[in-house]
Structures are given as structure tokens and as C-alpha cells.
């Protein structure tokens, strides 16, 4: 198994960067924007604060949404020279969900500001935003007893291989999430290739995959800790393979319904 750096890749990583593409899905109106990022302050929602280059990133919330000053106040990295890169970068991107509909926003010109006693990073309203929400494919989740299982490689500078064994979160026929410890947060980059990554689809053969990492983050469990997430898509994936990823994800969803009618 190999993978290939963010630097052998030509598309942008974000769909916030890809209009041709996700045009449909830009808000185009400031009422709406605005709505959305009152809906990210009311839920408290966790969000992802990618910096510039796209290497660094942080976890934060949307603490205010001020109407008057056009400006949006976010919570700040634990690190203090985070936090400064952050204010230092020509632009940020905010990744996060409403209602599990992606939202991402385009943002610069932040600063480091008081409120309520401590630094925050305050941004003007962002001039462009997202919201996507793609209908095309199914997402479920997959049994956390018995959970599926992804292994992937990578290739370290002096030759040797790194693996990875990480369970599934859910899958869909356009990618799937992964958990894993979230010490390895510094192993994987946006937009980073991994091919031939093997995955265990029950009742089926294992198939050899090509992912996309699209998305880092953490997820939080019943008990309070966090671990690594990673969403990932399917790069170059066979028809024929689509066909048995889908086929596993209907009978995953038909034994969900049997359970909750009480059949199963």
C-alpha cells in the first residue's frame, strides 16, 4: 500500500474551492449566511478552524454573531502560537454542521480581541459560504460490536511503512469516517492520497480501496473522551466495488428497520 502526498495533488481540497463543481451549493444571500452561522452559535455546535496552508487546524464554536458589527467571534486554540498563526494567516476556513448538512465559510482579515476576560479570534462575516448537502448518497452507521475495519499505509521519508487499523464510524457509497487515537492526528493531511487501503465489508471479499482524506477532526464518545475522526472519500473506486458497498449498506439499513420494528 502507498499513498501520495498533498503536493502531488492539482485539486483543491475544499469544495469552498471548487465552484465549477459545488456552485449550487454557495449561499449567495448575507440574511442567509448569517442565519446559518446564528444556527452554529445557538447549537454550540463544534467546528473545525483549518488555517491557511491547510496543515494546521483547531478545534472551536461560534461564541457570538454580531448582527451590527458584521464581525463573528470564535473560540480560540489552546495554544497561544496557534493562535497567532491563526491570526497571522491570510485567510482561515470554517468547517462544521447544521442539522449534519456540512457548512463551510471562507474567512480573513481575524484578529485576537478580549471578550468576557480572555482572547478570542474575531472575523469579519464571511463573503463566501457553503452549504452542502449532498442527497446522492446514503450514509449509515456501522455496528460498533462487530465494527468494519480499514487498513492503511504510509510511507515514511526513510523507506519505512507506517500501518494504520482503524475502525469504521459510517460509511456511504461516496466515502467512509474513520476513528482512530487521536495522538495520530499528526500522521494524516487534508487532501492526502492513501491507495490500496483494504477494507473488510462483511459477507463479502475484502476490498482494496483508494481514500481521499477530506475532513480531520475529533469525535467525542459516551464516556467524554475524544479520538481522531477522519472523513474520507473514494478516490477512483471501481463500479463494480461501488455495487458491493452498496449492496452491504442496504442490508445494513433493511436490518436497522427490522430492529426498530421489532422483527430484527
Known amino acids: 500500500m502507498t499513498n501520495t502526498t498533498p503536493e502531488d495533488i492539482s485539486v483543491p481540497v475544499f469544495e469552498i474551492d471548487q465552484p465549477e463543481q459545488f456552485g449550487q451549493f454557495f449561499l449567495s444571500g448575507q440574511r442567509e449566511r448569517l442565519a446559518h452561522l446564528h444556527t452554529l452559535e445557538r447549537q454550540k455546535a463544534l467546528i473545525t478552524v483549518y488555517l491557511?496552508?491547510?496543515?494546521?487546524?483547531?478545534?472551536?464554536?461560534?461564541?457570538?454573531?454580531?448582527?451590527?458589527?458584521?464581525?463573528?467571534?470564535?473560540?480560540?486554540?489552546?495554544d497561544p502560537k496557534l493562535l497567532q498563526r491563526a491570526v497571522a494567516s491570510p485567510q482561515i476556513t470554517l468547517s462544521g454542521a447544521v442539522d449534519r448538512v456540512k457548512i463551510q465559510a471562507r474567512l480573513r482579515h481575524q484578529e485576537a480581541?478580549?471578550?468576557?476576560?480572555?482572547?478570542?479570534?474575531?472575523?469579519?462575516?464571511?463573503?463566501?459560504?457553503?452549504?452542502?448537502?449532498?442527497?446522492?448518497?446514503?450514509?449509515?452507521?456501522?455496528?460498533?460490536?462487530?465494527?468494519l475495519r480499514c487498513k492503511l499505509a504510509k510511507r515514511q521519508q526513510d523507506g519505512?511503512?507506517?500501518?494504520?487499523?482503524?475502525?469504521?464510524?459510517?460509511?456511504?457509497?461516496?466515502?467512509?469516517?474513520?476513528?482512530?487515537?487521536?495522538?495520530?492526528?499528526?500522521?494524516?493531511?487534508?487532501?492526502?492520497?492513501?491507495?490500496?487501503?483494504?477494507?473488510?465489508?462483511?459477507?463479502?471479499?475484502?476490498?482494496?480501496?483508494?481514500?481521499?482524506?477530506?475532513?480531520?477532526?475529533?469525535?467525542?464518545?459516551?464516556?467524554g473522551d475524544y479520538q481522531?475522526?477522519?472523513?474520507?472519500?473514494?478516490?477512483?473506486?471501481?463500479?463494480?466495488?461501488?455495487?458491493?458497498i452498496e449492496r452491504y449498506i442496504a442490508r445494513l439499513e433493511r436490518e436497522?428497520?427490522?430492529?426498530?420494528?421489532?422483527l430484527g
Open 52 to 78: 491557511d496552508d491547510n496543515r494546521d487546524f483547531f478545534l472551536s464554536s461560534v461564541l457570538a454573531v454580531d448582527d451590527d458589527e458584521q464581525r463573528i467571534l470564535l473560540d480560540p486554540p489552546n
Open 113 to 147: 480581541v478580549r471578550h468576557q476576560g480572555r482572547e478570542v479570534l474575531s472575523v469579519p462575516l464571511p463573503e463566501q459560504m457553503l452549504r452542502l448537502q449532498r442527497r446522492e448518497f446514503f450514509r449509515i452507521e456501522t455496528p460498533r460490536l462487530s465494527p
Open 160 to 223: 519505512r511503512t507506517e500501518a494504520f487499523d482503524y475502525p469504521l464510524h459510517d460509511i456511504s457509497g461516496g466515502g467512509i469516517c474513520l476513528v482512530g487515537e487521536k495522538g495520530h492526528v499528526g500522521h494524516f493531511s487534508l487532501g492526502e492520497i492513501f491507495a490500496d487501503c483494504r477494507l473488510e465489508i462483511p459477507g463479502e471479499h475484502v476490498l482494496s480501496v483508494n481514500l481521499r482524506i477530506r475532513e480531520i477532526s475529533e469525535l467525542e464518545t459516551f464516556h
Open 228 to 244: 481522531l475522526r477522519l472523513g474520507c472519500e473514494f478516490y477512483n473506486l471501481p463500479g463494480t466495488r461501488l455495487t458491493l
Open 256 to 262: 436497522r428497520k427490522a430492529r426498530e420494528s421489532g
